[in-house]
């Protein structure tokens, strides 16, 4: 049974991760778990922060030596966030597009944490795999290699022929390492949809990495906006059934100390999806603003002007705001727990 995350016997292990995670380079992974605390200080005291610390954060939680470089992680959240992927775009002898992308599912060592790595599992070797953009109708081709230690497949959410479906014994199934497959069907229907392996045991092959956001744009298109992609992701650390860091784009904290930049009065659009494992739950709160919600982004009309919205498992939507008034606004899951893990950011609106 999974242990309650209010347990006085859980919370000090993953919020003394926090600040232990630096100098814990040469602690073995299985240590990084809730059940082992690397130091015990409470996140929520900076006093004790080393001066001059880039998370600092005014108070808020974070790794007192910064969050990852994007270069030693070898992937970036800020770019991943505008990384919309059209593929290599032809004619067919229809007139329809056709849009193609290779991608390679292969095992990655990921510093996800400073002095944590993390063994992941990735598409093109980033967590979350490349953001996939097709027109509604598009005809699509995704050429799959498996350069990993174990089966994997890609399963699209979406309309398709079950052979495209990318569940084992089902179709092609279950892609072994060294083989390939194409997956071929069109675009639709329109909306914020996501990918993932759909190899079993199920939870740990998305948990690991595999995984990514497939944008789907309506026929005749969507109002111009600052656009980007937000996939809410964990990490399990030392292989129980839960998570010890939380974060969007795939580095915690990332946004804390890269804030994401926005124009005051602009029409901001974010695809937001939830591919959390081991959490039923994930949650969407901005400060000092409200946003209009359109859940899976198949329907032009929103369902709510809102702040904190909650998605389960594999729900996504699209959030549209403007920002009125300049200064920093800060983002996070609206579960203190999540928030205080790296999953907790800042928009910084300019004139």
């Known amino acids: 049974m999974k242990r309650p995350l209010h347990s006085a016997s859980v919370m ?4 003394g991760m926090l600040f232990g995670a630096a100098a814990a380079a040469a602690v073995p992974l299985s240590m990084l778990g809730r059940g082992q605390a690397v130091a015990q200080q409470d996140p929520m005291d900076h006093t004790t922060m080393a001066p001059g610390s880039a998370s600092n954060h005014g108070g808020h939680a974070g790794f007192p030596s910064g969050s990852v470089p994007p270069g030693r992680a070898g992937f970036d959240p800020t770019a991943i966030l505008r990384d919309f992927d059209k593929g290599t775009v032809s004619t067919l002898p229809d007139g329809r597009t056709l849009r193609e992308w290779d991608i390679t599912a292969y095992d990655r060592d990921i510093e996800i944490a400073p002095g944590v790595t993390f063994p992941g599992w990735t598409y093109n070797g980033r967590i979350p795999g490349p953001s996939l953009w097709a027109r509604e109708g598009d005809a699509l081709r995704i050429h799959f290699t498996n350069a990993g230690s174990h089966p994997h497949t890609i399963h699209f959410h979406g309309v398709h022929r079950a052979e495209m479906d990318g569940t084992a014994g089902i179709g092609a199934g279950s892609i072994l390492p060294g083989q390939r497959f194409t997956y071929e069907f069109d675009a639709e229907p329109f909306g914020t949809h996501l990918y993932h392996c759909h190899q079993s045991p199920l939870a740990p ?14 026929k005749a298109g969507r109002p111009e906006a600052d656009e980007m992609i937000m996939v809410m992701n964990g990490y399990n650390t030392d292989g129980g059934d839960d998570n010890e860091f939380y974060s969007v784009n795939g580095l915690p904290f990332h946004f804390m100390d890269h804030p994401v930049q926005v124009t005051k009065g602009q029409l901001v659009r974010i695809h937001l999806i939830n591919i959390l494992e081991y959490d039923p739950i994930n949650s969407f709160h901005v400060h000092a603003n409200f946003f209009h919600y359109y859940p899976t982004g198949t329907s032009l009309t929103p369902s709510e002007y809102t702040d904190t919205i909650m998605q389960a498992q594999g729900q996504r939507g699209i959030l549209e705001m403007r920002f009125p008034h300049p200064g920093k606004y800060m983002f996070h899951a609206h579960k203190t727990e999540f928030a205080e893990l790296g999953w907790m950011g ?6």
């Open 12 to 15: 000090p292990s993953r919020r």
């Open 205 to 218: 092959h998305i948990a690991k990495g595999l995984y990514g956001a497939f944008i789907v744009e309506p």
């Open 346 to 351: 800042f928009f910084e609106v300019s004139e």
